[in-house]
C-alpha cells in the first residue's frame, strides 16, 4: 500500500499555528487591568480582552495600572490561577486586594526563566493579597516592594515535593507576613523591613535590612518557625502605654542569631503613642523576643532610644539565656527631674557666658 503525504492546505497551516501561539502556550502574555474599579479575575472584559483570555497559565503576567486612578480595587480570584508574575505598576495609586471570591487560589511560577515574581512600583499603592498563594517552580522567587510601600499576604505555600522554595525580598518597602508561611523556605530580607502577625519560615536579615513584629496591640507577634538570623536591625513597635503592647518575635525553631548584626534595637512609636504618656504610665517591661532556652546567640550591636525622644538611661536590654528572652525594661525619669536639669544646666551656661562676656570685656 502507498501512503501518500499531502502537503498541508494554507489554511489549515495558519490555523495550526494560530492554535501553537494562542494564550496557554509556550509564549508569554502580559494582561493589564483595564477598569477603573474591581471584580472578577476570570471576566476577560476587565482586563481589555476578547472572551476567555485573561491571565491564567504559567507564562502570563498580571498588571495593575490605571494612570492616576486612586480607587481601591477588590478582585476576585473565583478560580484556580497560575501565572508566572503580578506586577502593582505606577499608575494604581489605589489598594489592590487579591481575594479569593468564589474558591480561587493563586500560583506564581518562575519555571520559565522570570525570577521577579512580584513587583510593587514605588509609585504605586499599597496592595494585598488574602487567598491562598502558592509558591512553584525551581527557585527561590523575588518580591520587589518599591520604597514606600506596603505588599500584604495572607497564607503562602510551597508547590509539590521538591527543593524548598523561599523568598528573596528586594526593594526597600515592607512586606507583611499575616498568615501561615512557615512551611516555605528562608525568606532573606535584602533590603527594607519584613514584618507582620502571622508565621515566617526561617528569616534571614541582611545588613541594612530591618524585622519587625505585630501589626496592632491585640495582634503584636510574628513567629518565626525556622529561626532569626540578624545582620540588620530590629524595629519594636510601641502600640500604645499597655504593658505587652509592643512588638514580639516568637522565633520557635532553630536559634537567634544576633551576633552578626550592624543595626541597632529601635523603638518606634505608633499613632497616639506618646513619650510623655509613657510616663505617666510608670515602669513596664516588654518581652521583645522568645525563644527557647539556650536558642539566643550574641546580644544586638546597639541600641537606639533617643530618637524616639526618650533618654537613654530609662531603657535596659536583659538578655535571658535560660529562658530564651530577650525584655525592655522602661524606668521612666519624670519629665520634670530632666526638664529642671536642662534647665539649670542651660543657666549655668548662660551665666557662664555672661561672665566670660564681663571678663573678655574687662
Known amino acids: 500500500m502507498l501512503l501518500v503525504l499531502r502537503p498541508v492546505r494554507p489554511v489549515l497551516a495558519v490555523a495550526l499555528a494560530a492554535a501553537l501561539l494562542a494564550p496557554g502556550r509556550s509564549h508569554a502574555q502580559t494582561y493589564t487591568w483595564s477598569v477603573t474599579t ?17 491571565p491564567h497559565n504559567l507564562n502570563d503576567t498580571a498588571i495593575f495600572s490605571s494612570t492616576g486612578n486612586s480607587t481601591p480595587k477588590t478582585v476576585t480570584l473565583d478560580a484556580a490561577i497560575g501565572i508566572r508574575a503580578v506586577q502593582f505598576a505606577a499608575g494604581q495609586t489605589g489598594t489592590v486586594i487579591i481575594t479569593p471570591g468564589s474558591g480561587g487560589s493563586l500560583t506564581l511560577t518562575n519555571s520559565n526563566g522570570a525570577p521577579t515574581s512580584v513587583t510593587v512600583d514605588a509609585a504605586s499603592g499599597d496592595h494585598a493579597i488574602t487567598a491562598n498563594l502558592t ?19 495572607g497564607s503562602v505555600a510551597q508547590a509539590g515535593t521538591g527543593a524548598t522554595l523561599g523568598i528573596t525580598k528586594t526593594g526597600t518597602g515592607i512586606l507583611l507576613l499575616n498568615g501561615n508561611a512557615g512551611s516555605i523556605g528562608t525568606v532573606n530580607v535584602t533590603a527594607g523591613t519584613l514584618g507582620g502577625s502571622g508565621t515566617a519560615p526561617a528569616v534571614s536579615v541582611a545588613a541594612g535590612a ?54 541597632s534595637l529601635r523603638l518606634v512609636l505608633d499613632p497616639g503613642v506618646t513619650v510623655a ?6 515602669p513596664k517591661s516588654y518581652t521583645v523576643v522568645t525563644t527557647s532556652p539556650g536558642a539566643l546567640v550574641g546580644t544586638f550591636n546597639a541600641t537606639d532610644f533617643t530618637t524616639a525622644g526618650f533618654q537613654a538611661s530609662e531603657w535596659a536590654v536583659v538578655y535571658n539565656d535560660s529562658t530564651g528572652n530577650v525584655t525592655l525594661n522602661f ?31 574687662v
Do not use: C, M
Not at 135 to 153: E, K, Q, Y
Not at 226 to 255: I, M
Open 331 to 361: 524606668t521612666p525619669v519624670p519629665e520634670s527631674t530632666w526638664a529642671v536639669g536642662a534647665a539649670a544646666g542651660g543657666l549655668l551656661a548662660g551665666w557662664g557666658r555672661r561672665r566670660w562676656r564681663r571678663v573678655a570685656r
Open 210 to 263: 530591618f524585622v519587625t513584629a505585630g501589626t496592632s496591640a491585640a495582634a503584636p507577634t510574628l513567629t518565626v518557625a525556622g529561626g532569626l538570623t540578624l545582620s540588620g536591625g530590629y524595629q519594636v513597635h510601641l502600640f500604645s502605654t499597655a504593658a505587652g503592647a509592643a512588638s514580639r518575635l516568637a522565633v520557635t525553631g532553630g536559634t537567634v542569631n544576633l551576633s552578626s548584626t550592624t543595626d
Open 135 to 153: 509558591l512553584a517552580g525551581p527557585t527561590d522567587h523575588t518580591w520587589n516592594i518599591g520604597a514606600g510601600r506596603t505588599f500584604t499576604v
Open 38 to 54: 474591581g471584580g472578577s479575575w476570570t471576566s476577560s472584559p476587565n482586563w481589555g480582552s476578547p472572551p476567555n483570555l485573561y
Open 277 to 282: 504618656a509613657l510616663r505617666a504610665a510608670g
